[in-house]
Structure formats: C-alpha cells, structure tokens
C-alpha cells in the first residue's frame, strides 16, 4: 500500500515537514498539505528572483516572466492543453466558473436556454450558474445519481435536448469520489450542441487528465488541492471559445491599447489576467505539478484505491457505519454513524490525531438526495498510509463506544 511502484520513491517525513509524525492528515479533498519542493519553489521566488512580470525592462522582472510563462506551459503540458495560450491563471476553481458564467454564458445564453448540473455538484458549481441563468432567464435541469452514487449517464442521454446549452460537472466528487467517464459526457453534450465544463479539482490529483482526449471544452481546478498554493488555479478553454469571450476584470495587462475613445484587450490569456498576477503562486502550482510528476499519477490513483479500499472494507465491518460512494472512489470516503453527528465524530477524531471534515462538504443539493444534513469524510493523499487508516477506524471505533 506503499507508493512502491513510483518513479521516485516518497519520503514522507523530508517531502512533507507540516505533517508531524502520528498525526492522520486525512482532509486533503479540502486542500493538500504541501512537499518540500513546493515550499522551496515559493520561498526561493520571494527570495533573490523575485520581480515583477510583463513589464519590467530589467533583467530580474524579463527572468520572472519567464519562469511564470514556464509555468503555464508545464500546466498546459500537463493536462494535455494544445497551447500554454489555453491556460488563464485564476484564483482558483470557483474564479474559474464564475469566469465562464460571466464571460461565456452570460454573454451566450438567451432566455428559454437550459443549462445542465448534476445532483453532486459542489456549490461553486451551481450558484455561479443560477447567478447568470437568474439574469438572463435560463433554466437550470440536475441530473440524477446511480444507485452507487455516480452522474447517471444513461439518465444525461434521456434528459438533454437541444435547448442545454452548458453542462457542468464534476470529474470526481469531492464527498462520493465517484469518477465521471468525463469523455462519454462530452459526447452526450456534444451530441445535442451543448458546450461542456469539467470541474476537476478532485481529479487533477488523483487521475491523469487529458483535456484533448476528453474532448470536453472547459476544464478549471484549484491549485491548493495539487499540492501547490492557495489562490492559484486554472482555467482551460478551447481557444476559439476564449477568443471569443469579453474580458472578466478590467485593468493593467489585460489590454491591447487604452484611449477614452476607445479601449482594445489583450489576446488569450493576458485578456483574462486583469492585474499584476499571483507570481509566485503559478510557480508553485508549476512546482506541485513537477512533484506529482515525479511520483506518478498512476501510482497515486493506484496508492489511493488500496487506501480507500482498505477503510471501506474495515467500516463497512462496523454496524452503525454507513458508506457513501462507489467501492471504486477516488480517494474519498464518506460515512456517517447512526445516532452521532459528524461533528462529534470529527470531534473525537481529532482527540485521537484524526483529521477530517464534517459537514455539508459544500454540496448540500447532495446533502438532502442523501437524506443526511452531514457525512463525515476521510480524504487521502500521497503522503498517508496504512497507519493513517488504522488510526481512522481505531478512531471510528472509540466514536463507537462512546456514543454506545
Ligand atoms: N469543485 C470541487 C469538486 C471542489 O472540491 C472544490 C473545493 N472543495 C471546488 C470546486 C472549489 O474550489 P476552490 O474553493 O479552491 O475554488
């Protein structure tokens, strides 16, 4: 259950110096704590290279811009992106979307328009959308959920007509951990002329994404839960699609020229990259991006399945636990305990050196298909092992007795 089969071996203790020994990190579906590497990257940036970008005629501000344009092209290479002129940085995955809300929809939908979300969707992959669908009159369908806990496809073929415009959804649920087949999605949307988004904050983690194989035309994630910093993330869009799309922000870098005549705007990307940008945190995102690389998706996605595998088979051997998702999740398991509210579980998990998350999980349209207010969930990442699972159902357990 070792990351063994890995490029480079992980080395926990020297790769991750926020996790002290005995202490279950078991949340980073929230936000990942961050290797060395990353650290590093940030630290030597602030440090003798930093400047400013895009415009400083000095040597220092012509090497920080290329090292933030290097960064966008290892995002670019990494998610299979044609061109680094696909990749807008964001702040993160919820800029992203509300970038697309605003700048596509709300400038290509009309009223009597239908936009498609499903049941799973993470709020910030639901309000952006009524936000605008409010605006302009657009209705908004939620695709249903399999028996297991997966966007039921099947359901998607029999729901979608011409009228949706957009589909939204998520690549890999950040409560269930169940994995869309992203490419059939596409195909089903693309089959009525809808224009498809993939949410892929849990998947760019924890599968290897392909943006040009999945065929989809919007695909946005967050840089915190890719082991780089917060307030970085990405947008990547089809580059007709871009270039078709008004600015998000007004201000500096994102203009061709500037008269109170008349003002032009930067091609893709600067057009969407108002303002000096987060600097520093492409650089880390670039540096998080190399450490995934260097153990391998493959062997992350391989070492989370025997994680989640492990803990579902040992809660499932507790009477009062109760699973969510599908046996096959990507490193995410949600559960809930009869008669305990998942706060008093995450209470006590946490006496015991358990971190993880109660609450709605910011998916209560979820929450209330569920029949639950709150789950309880244990996320895992490439820094937890077997002891990290032990220690959850020890936990879980002494939750157990104490509430009889
Ligand atoms: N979508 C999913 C599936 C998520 O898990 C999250 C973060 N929990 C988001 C969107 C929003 O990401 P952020 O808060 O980093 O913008």
Redesign the pocket.
């Known amino acids: 259950m070792s990351i063994l089969t890995a490029t480079r071996p992980l080395d926990r203790v020297a790769d991750f110096p926020a996790i002290p020994d005995g202490w279950a990190y078991l949340d980073t579906?929230?936000t990942a704590q961050k290797p060395q590497p990353v650290i590093d990257a940030i630290t030597r940036a602030y440090d003798t290279t930093y400047a400013t970008v895009h415009r400083g005629v000095y040597q220092r501000s012509a090497d920080m811009t290329l090292a933030y344009e290097a960064a966008r092209r290892t995002v670019a290479r990494f998610i299979g992106a044609g061109s680094e002129n696909e990749i807008v940085f964001v702040r993160?995955?919820?800029e992203a979307i509300n970038l697309v809300a605003q700048c596509w929809a709300g400038t290509q939908l009309k009223a009597g328009d239908r936009i498609l979300l499903s049941m799973l969707e993470?709020h910030?992959?639901i309000v952006p959308w009524q936000m605008v669908a409010e605006r302009i009159g657009v209705a908004i369908d939620v695709l249903p959920l399999t028996d297991d806990h997966r966007i039921d496809l099947d359901a998607m073929e029999r729901i979608i007509t011409p009228a949706h415009k957009l589909v939204a959804l998520?690549h890999v649920s950040?409560v269930l951990g169940s994995v869309l087949d992203a490419r059939r999605a596409t195909e089903i949307a693309h089959a009525v002329g809808a224009k498809i988004l993939i949410?892929g904050?849990?998947s760019v983690p924890r599968i290897a994404v392909d943006v040009a194989a999945i065929g989809c035309d919007f695909y946005v994630f967050?840089g915190?839960k890719l082991y780089g910093p917060t307030g970085i993330?990405v947008l990547w869009a089809r580059p007709d699609l871009l270039e078709a799309m008004p600015p998000y922000q007004g201000g500096g870098s994102m203009i061709d020229k500037v008269s109170f005549k008349r003002t032009t705007y930067a091609p893709p990307p600067g057009r969407f990259e108002a303002g000096t940008p987060h600097i520093v945190g492409a650089l880390g995102l670039a540096a998080g991006i190399n450490y995934v690389e260097s153990i391998g998706l493959g062997a992350i996605h391989a070492h989370e399945t025997a994680l989640v595998t492990a803990t579902r088979e040992a809660l499932s051997g507790i009477n009062s636990v109760r699973l969510y998702g599908p046996a096959d999740s990507a490193g995410i398991v949600s559960f809930t305990i009869e008669g305990v509210h998942p706060h008093d579980i995450g209470t006590i998990l946490d006496e015991e050196r358990v971190a993880i998350r109660a609450g709605h999980h910011?998916a209560q349209p979820l929450m209330e298909s569920l029949g639950v207010d709150a789950t309880a969930r244990a996320s895992f990442g490439v820094y937890n092992g077997p002891a990290d699972v032990e220690a959850l159902v020890r936990g879980i357990e002494r939750v157990t007795r104490i509430f009889g």
């Open positions: 579906a929230a993160g995955a919820t993470h910030s992959n998520a950040n949410d904050c849990q967050s915190h993330g910011c």
